[in-house]
């Protein structure tokens, strides 16, 4: 199969993945009374199989994909911000989808040439994922004060939520990608 072909073939399957996981409940594990979402891990995983481009275009589909649910039932915590100021709430959902392929690529790149290199995936998936989670929440907060809004009430719940699902979504990132990377490489070598 054409190389060029193939990336764009794996970009479409992983992208379709986000979008599942994003519009369903699968992409939800419950841990009693906050939700961990596993959305960074198709696109981590293609950052790191594809590249930064690819990984970007998958970031994009994870931003719409948030954006669209925001506007279809917005959570607690959004539902302020989205009342307030819909382009702060819109830039919440996206900026931080696009980073995460960002902060993987870069923390890859780095640690294949540092003796850290055989746990190169599972750092740069952690990394990925808890950029998500910090610059999600932390645009949250500073957009709640930009837009007026009190950000004192939310304060409390936004570290809670980011110390309790963004480190498990790291390590579920961390656990997650570094065995699917291993095993789609190898399929495309015997392609």
């Not at 539902?79 to 996206?94: E, S």
């Not at 990608?177 to 392609?191: D, E, G, Q, W």
Request: hydrophobic share 60%; with cysteine.
């Amino acid at each position: 199969m054409d190389k060029q072909i193939e990336r764009f073939t794996w970009t479409a399957i992983l992208a379709a993945l986000v979008a599942l996981l994003g519009m369903t409940p699968l992409g939800l594990i419950p841990l009693g009374f906050i939700n961990v979402t596993i959305l960074c891990v198709p696109v981590i995983l293609g950052t790191l199989l594809l590249g930064l481009k690819e990984g970007l275009v998958l970031g994009l589909v994870f931003g719409s994909i948030s954006t669209a649910r925001m506007f279809m039932g917005p959570s607690a915590l959004v539902a302020p911000l989205l009342g307030a100021n819909t382009a702060l709430a819109v830039v919440m959902c996206i900026l931080p989808r696009l980073l995460i392929p960002l902060v993987s690529h870069l923390s890859y790149q780095k640690l294949l040439n540092s003796r850290f290199v055989r746990l190169a995936p599972a750092i740069s998936s952690a990394l990925g994922s808890l950029t998500n989670t910090v610059f999600y929440l932390g645009l949250m907060l500073v957009f709640y004060r930009v837009a007026g809004l009190d950000s004192s009430a939310v304060q409390t719940l936004i570290l809670g939520t980011g110390l309790i699902a963004g480190t498990s979504e790291a390590v579920v990132a961390a656990l997650v990608v570094p065995p699917i990377l291993i095993a789609i490489k190898k399929m495309m070598k015997r392609a």
